[in-house]
């Protein structure tokens, strides 16, 4: 009993080596960016340009939901008339956004990422501070 | 050995930390004392039809009909950006995951090096440059976290709120970043109203007085004179706070910075964030991207409650990981599989430190309005998208 409790936790901590935790890059303001430094844990699983290409469409996408702009506050002027009751049938330019960047992590993962054995977590999920790389145990080594 | 795993599905809002109430399934969110609030919404409610009984059929006729019509509009303004002020997520950070916690505590110690037993560690600060300005980021011992510029811990809510403003009883929530222009309007509205009503109350009585003498007036509309008083007194501190806060926003400064004086001035410190510029100012913060909400109130997640069993049965685990994961990976609690891996990290981390208790806090919902506008994170009901697509198909379809 007791050898098959320990394989089973052999197998689960298999699953995941270690998890790398990208933090958000302040210099800028309160506008959402993430830090394009690239952590030491990675130098074996991807490519440095890579990587910090993601980081950077993604800094640009989550730029691009905050801008200040005519059509932000064209956007929050006419909400403000209708008592943001609007919201209720509407998407906000932020949440349109927000799918987007959705769509670019689940991509990034599928082409990228998951053959290295990496997953990127969205952000979002994660309260807009990090953004989470889990790292799998390569197989492949043998382990 | 004898307890078996139950899952069952649970909305994410009824295992989040903080002392806040939820009601509605998780759509309106509240801190727990709600007493002010009933008094804020009893004197609006109660001063507003005390207009409408007693004024406005007397206005509506001898001056003119806009009047009771606009005191409407004004009404229905003032409601709306109370209750979505109330309701909404003032934009509350969740806290650190355990992983996350972990990596943080191993970069502070990498930072502060040995600390010799005895001596307290330093201080858990991070600095950052800000627009040519270093800013001290605090750890929040609570979350876990390393608090994002101007986001603050609220105590009587038990949240870090970005932005943070200031806790207002009177409305019963916080004011963060994502409620604070709903605030600042609920707060310029009502100034606007309590003036109207001021205003039409006096002119009321004096239009009254020359036709019947003042006595007879206040006989007849007992109600003038309530609303006189409370309008008055709201009046002062109503218009004060509308005040104050137009200077903060003109600053692009939080009430909470205001408070401990963060730029003052003193030893040159510059606001960061101002854009200098008055009116840039004010139209970041009150008309700015609406910011969605980071807590995932209505999600779905797993919860796994042990439940002790009398009989034999077969496990009905379908939860794969097994109890004794606890003893062999303490800061890493469970390890799923990367479809897994999202939700139940949490969950089963509290399900584990909730074993001594684990019945979720019951649906015990106070009875409040649900004509309410409902915060951001209700999916809408045609997106653009997938209307395009779908009439993309069906013309596909006919071709």
Request: positive net charge.
């Amino acid at each position: 009993m007791a050898e098959t409790h320990s394989l089973q936790d052999m197998r689960q901590q298999a699953a995941i080596a270690a998890k790398v935790f990208i933090q958000r890059d302040y210099t800028n303001g309160t506008v959402c960016q993430f830090q394009t430094k690239f952590p030491s844990e990675l130098e074996t699983r991807i490519d440095k340009q890579q990587f910090e290409e993601t980081v950077r469409t993604l800094n640009n996408l989550y730029a691009e939901a905050e801008k200040l702009g005519g059509s932000s506050y064209l956007e929050g002027c006419l909400a403000c008339l209708t008592a943001y009751t609007i919201f209720l049938c509407m998407e906000t330019h932020y949440e349109k956004v927000l799918k987007k960047i959705a769509k670019f992590i689940q991509e990034q993962n599928d082409k990228i990422y998951a053959p290295r054995g990496l997953l990127l977590t969205d952000p979002i999920e994660r309260g807009l501070r990090v953004v989470e790389v889990t790292i799998f145990e390569d197989r492949s080594l043998g382990r | 050995m004898s307890a078996v795993m139950m899952t069952r599905k649970v909305r994410k809002w009824e295992k989040l930390p903080g002392k806040n109430t939820f009601c509605c399934d998780g759509r309106v969110m509240m801190a727990r004392q709600k007493g002010v609030f009933y008094l804020t919404l009893f004197l609006i409610v109660g001063t507003c039809s005390l207009f409408f009984a007693f004024e406005c059929p007397y206005l509506a006729i001898h001056l003119s009909p806009a009047i009771p019509v606009f005191a409407i509009l004004l009404f229905f303004f003032v409601m709306a950006m109370l209750l979505r002020t109330s309701f909404s997520d003032p934009g509350v950070l969740p806290r650190a995951l355990p992983e996350e916690a972990t990596f943080i505590e191993m970069e502070i110690e990498a930072t502060n090096g040995n600390v010799p037993a005895g001596q307290r560690p330093p201080p858990r600060i991070r600095n950052v440059q800000i627009n040519g300005q270093i800013v001290k980021l605090k750890y929040c011992y609570t979350c876990k976290i390393f608090r994002p510029p101007r986001a603050s811990h609220c105590s009587i809510c038990d949240n870090c709120v970005d932005r943070f403003d200031h806790h207002c009883p009177w409305v019963g929530n916080c004011v963060g970043k994502r409620n604070y222009r709903y605030f600042y309007l609920f707060t310029l509205s009502l100034s606007l109203l309590t003036i109207y009503i001021f205003t039409f109350n006096i002119v009321h009585v004096v239009m009254r007085s020359v036709n019947s003498g003042f006595v007879k007036t206040l006989q007849d509309t007992p109600g003038t004179v309530l609303e006189v008083l409370v309008c008055f007194f709201t009046l002062w501190s109503v218009v004060g706070l509308t005040g104050f806060h137009t200077y903060l926003i003109s600053l692009n400064q939080t009430t909470n910075e205001d408070i401990k004086g963060s730029w003052s001035g003193k030893n040159r410190v510059q606001n960061p964030y101002s854009h200098k510029n008055i009116i840039n100012n004010c139209c970041e913060v009150l008309c700015g991207p609406a910011y969605p909400s980071v807590l995932d109130r209505r999600g779905l997640m797993r919860d796994d409650l042990p439940v002790p069993t009398s009989a034999a049965e077969p496990a009905t685990n379908s939860n794969p990981v097994p109890q004794t994961t606890k003893t062999t990976a303490p800061l890493i609690p469970n390890e799923h599989t990367p479809d897994d891996a999202k939700p139940s990290i949490a969950d089963s981390a509290n399900a584990h430190a909730e074993k001594i208790s684990p019945s979720p806090r019951e649906e015990k919902l106070p009875s409040l309005p649900k004509s309410s506008p409902t915060p951001t994170k209700v999916p809408p009901l045609a997106s653009p998208e997938t209307d395009a697509e779908a009439s993309f198909i069906a013309k596909d379809k006919a071709l």
